[in-house]
């Protein structure tokens, strides 16, 4: 893993790498006002068209646009090919890992996971045990998060695959980077993206309940317009041709699941629902939800609606079941995994607490269930009083943090005030499962824009790029 940063253009003094050549000559004749000037051009686009964030606590108007940095990160087919393998292999370990836990969970009776990492983890849902699901799958749309600290040294750093959001920043980057620099892009053979939506509606109509025999009818739940990611969710309906629908637009009768529409009740086959499974069903789970509808999991039960993606998937995007995923691999699919894990330190187990609590100042520190970078510290570049803070919080609930050691992450040349400059990054590549897998060709790279920081989060002041996969 080592402390040199590997950058993947080949910034300061480095050989300039294969696929970055045509960048770097456009960029040593782009002249820097002219990267101003685009760089103002994209920010009014993304304000025009109402792609924001939400960031709440912090007081004032919580909508923020996520700066976009108009320099693109680049991938080589090669590249991509070892890439999407994994990917490929790590989705198809996490589906057989869920439909196992509902299940006999064979992995426990061979002593390779730990019954109560199932049983106490508060993203298990028992409702979920003995229930098929169309085609055996649980894992719709997984996000799986990627680090790079060499040339061919990369990293899954976490899986999410509960509700993964980013795929709309994802799309409208590109379609954005098109747009300023259309001769940039025509010196670059690059993959498309711009056929996701069309594939993720395949997938979610390749999974249609057992009780459905026709084409199935698709929805996209939203919590509502006060969620963070709902500027996605009505994207996403609008560009699979669906209907958005929130919690009161639908209701259930006879173990059916109905839609309320201005031409009266329309049954509903498969919800591509951006609600956690709490808030589902308030008789199956909260019952003070309002987000949901009653009688869901019911139906879900019975075979008359599939929900994507699948209750209870959260149990393998916890933290801490991340450092099992290399033994799933081996014990489901009989292979060696191709992507690496992160080396992770599970802060229940007493070797591994002591080691955390004595090494504090040196690694990174992460809650179990935590999201957006909160509930993090990072030791390195962690005040005394941050560290005497997270060491008091170990000592009371050692069981909710994990730790791993301080990346070196690549950087990847980045357009900021100072002008072109070495920024770190993350990947968020994107796999669709239905009845077949899809990996669209790049995913959402996310940057950390001030100097140093290895905190990507745009809810930590990250921003985002175009991620350019080249074609043989």
């Known amino acids: 893993m080592g402390e040199a940063i590997f950058d993947e253009m080949g910034l300061n003094g480095a ?109 298990y849902q028992h409702q979920m045990q003995g229930v098929q699901v169309p085609a055996g799958v649980y894992t719709h749309v997984s996000g799986i998060d990627m680090v790079r600290v060499g040339p061919e040294e990369f990293y899954v750093l976490e899986d999410n695959v509960r509700t993964p959001s980013g795929v709309s920043y994802m799309l409208e980057n590109r379609e954005i980077t098109m747009r300023l620099f259309p001769e940039l892009f025509s010196r670059h053979n690059v993959a498309p993206v711009d056929h996701y939506c069309d594939d993720l509606l395949v997938t979610l109509s390749s999974v249609r309940p057992r009780n459905c025999d026709d084409d199935p ?161 990072v030791g390195p570049k962690a005040t005394r009083a941050e560290l005497a803070v997270f060491t008091q919080l170990l000592k009371a609930s050692p069981e909710k943090y994990i730790a791993q050691p301080t990346l070196a992450l690549s950087t990847c040349p980045t357009f900021v005030n100072e002008g072109v400059a070495p920024r770190h990054v993350d990947l968020r590549p994107f796999v669709l499962a239905g009845t077949e897998i899809r990996v669209v060709p790049g995913g959402l790279t996310r940057v950390a824009l001030r100097e140093g920081s290895l905190v990507v989060n745009s809810s930590q002041g990250g921003g985002t790029k175009d991620t350019w996969v080249l074609r043989e």
């Open 217 to 377: 009818t698709v929805a996209l739940l939203t919590p509502g317009i006060y969620n963070s990611a709902y500027y996605e969710h009505s994207f996403l309906a609008d560009q699979m041709g669906v209907e958005l629908v929130e919690g009161p637009d639908l209701y259930v009768k006879d173990d059916i699941v109905y839609m309320r529409t201005t031409e009266g009740p329309k049954r509903v086959d498969v919800i591509y629902r951006r609600v956690d499974d709490d808030y589902l069903d308030p008789l199956a789970f909260r019952p003070d939800s309002m987000l949901g509808a009653a009688g869901l999991m019911n139906a879900y039960r019975e075979g008359n609606v599939t929900l994507a993606n699948a209750v209870g998937a959260g149990i393998a995007d916890d933290k801490s079941t991340y450092t099992y995923v290399p033994a799933m691999i081996e014990f489901y699919l009989g292979e060696k995994p191709i992507l690496r894990n992160v080396p992770t330190y599970r802060c229940s187990e007493p070797d591994d607490y002591a080691y955390v609590i004595e090494r504090l100042d040196e690694l990174v520190v992460k809650q179990v269930h935590g999201s957006g970078g909160y509930g993090m510290l």
């Open 15 to 123: 050989e300039v790498r294969r696929a970055y050549q045509g960048l770097r000559e456009w960029l040593d004749e782009t002249p820097a006002e002219v990267l101003s000037l685009r760089r103002e051009e994209a920010e009014t686009f993304f304000r025009r068209i109402g792609i924001t964030f939400a960031v709440y606590g912090e007081g004032g108007d919580p909508e923020r646009i996520i700066p976009f940095d108009i320099i693109p990160r680049i991938l080589e087919a090669a590249e991509w090919k070892y890439i999407s393998a994994g990917l490929v292999q790590r989705v198809r370990a996490l589906n057989a890992f869920i439909g196992d836990v509902y299940g006999a969970q064979e992995i426990v009776r061979a002593g390779l996971v730990p019954l109560d990492q199932i049983i106490l983890n508060e993203t």
